[in-house]
């Protein structure tokens, strides 16, 4: 299924755009932004593929894909250099492609290995996500996906559809097309119109356990 | 043995509320309180039984604990919506039972594979502390468990006491359950009267490392 | 190879060291130090081993090493509160010793599993420096190998030395020893002429990403 393999590459490409951009607005030194882009583009697949126990892990079988996010964190940064701005929207779009192939990757190789569905489940969003929150994490952040407009649930949605349609008897390509396009839609729609999901407040207990920030 | 497997699971209800409720205090949206609901329940488990092989882990032999968790979380947000306060005692005396559980079921884990008692000990302490470390460093917290009352030390002698008994000819019931005894006597007693252990202060050197936050 | 296991050793007793004071200057409690300095130590080949898929991990298979590293940290916690200072100095350049030695180890047993180069040299790096950023993360830091002078990139320039030797002829106990040096010098000639690669700013882009800090 070369497409997908195609796709799966330029997943990585996106994502380690991403972590290089970030890496930047942290001011780190270029082996810093070298890092930090293969963490966020393959992280999620290295978390999954050694829970999994599924070895070797992704880019060690394979070696274009740290070959690729090294040449796009190296060109994100001469490309900062020489122009200026990269537009945040064709970002947003690239990523939530990049999001949406590497659920339904992630979904697909739990189920490969009988995993159950809740469990599918889970490594399709670990798969599409990790990557990211390890970035956030390196980088002092709290991970954006816990704040920002609906992703994760995209996510949820496309790694759920892709097992209802791989129970039926529908060609495998055609499973793998409609959950992307599902990511992609919830990702998209809630990027045009900031949909979020409503948030959980909970005041700070009167006891107060002793929080570092308050 | 299967009122320990009762005990694990109730173990895992009560990470997972402890999650949703930090989840809450940062103001998460409903994924991020599941998220981090299972990571706290599941985390510790998931890092011993991917660093000892022990394949297939935990919540993808036996997808009870995935439900387990996603109903604790998803119970904890509608009892904080309907009712108020969650029982800042209660909480703490259950997460002492949990602890007291999951640090028992990783030392057995652990010299089932015939680890050594170094290594047991580590397992041991890592399956009842380490999901906890992970929700605090992904909420972006300095880990309380390095700084509050005496925590992880109830956790060395659980395992430790249950090692001893390991090598004993004592029915395998009785070590559980007197190991297990051991951790919650010490982590209740910890928590009744506030023991610490003392700390270690070093001030800064003058020659000053670069830290971020001085 | 019994002086390699030696350094091994020695490395793991330095990067325990580090990880103490780290944790001393969070006033950590004992059992703190203790964790922390295990991490720090234990940590980058932990994860090497469980990427690698490369079973028993080195401190179950060998117990040697916790045994080491526990040392190591109450011998700081000891030493600290008996004299004073511990020479910066003569920390950064035991530190960099041991960040040699392990990067040349990491290496080694990547290649060992057939990995190719670009991996072989990853996992050099992560074995080197895994333990220090997770410490660094754990302690809620931006890792200072991010910032400071030249570190990691000492790590791949000795990891692909050894590469480039272990396929010639040369005797591995020799190819050992010029990468060993290799990542020495560069790191100490760092240190004494505060060497830093050059920076990537990136100013916060308009659209403004909702930041935590900002």
Not at 23 to 45: E, Q
Request: hydrophobic letters at 55%.
């Amino acid at each position: 299924m070369s497409w997908l393999y195609a796709f799966d590459l330029f997943g990585v490409a996106v994502f380690a755009i991403s972590g290089a951009l970030m890496a930047g607005r942290k001011s780190m030194d270029l082996f810093g932004v070298l890092v930090i882009a293969l963490i966020t583009s393959l992280g999620g697949g290295t978390l999954r593929d050694t829970i999994l126990d599924n070895h070797p892990v992704v880019w060690i079988r394979d070696d274009l894909y740290i070959l690729v996010a090294v040449l796009a964190a190296l060109g994100t940064i001469v490309w900062v250099r020489l122009t200026r701005p990269i537009s945040e929207l064709g970002l947003l779009v690239a990523d939530a492609f990049g999001l949406a192939i590497f659920t339904v990757i992630g979904t697909q190789v739990a189920l490969a290995q009988s995993a159950p569905v809740s469990a599918a489940v889970i490594m399709g969003v670990m798969t599409g996500v990790a990557g990211g929150v390890i970035r956030d994490i390196i980088c002092n952040e709290i991970p954006l996906i816990f704040h920002r407009e609906i992703y994760a649930t995209a996510c949820i949605a496309g790694s759920l559809v892709y097992i209802a349609l791989y129970r039926l008897d529908t060609p495998r390509d055609l499973d793998v097309a409609i959950s992307v396009a599902t990511v992609l839609a919830i990702r998209l729609a809630a990027i045009h119109w900031h949909l979020r999901l409503p948030q959980f407040h909970l005041l700070e207990s009167k006891t107060g356990d002793n929080e570092r920030d308050q």
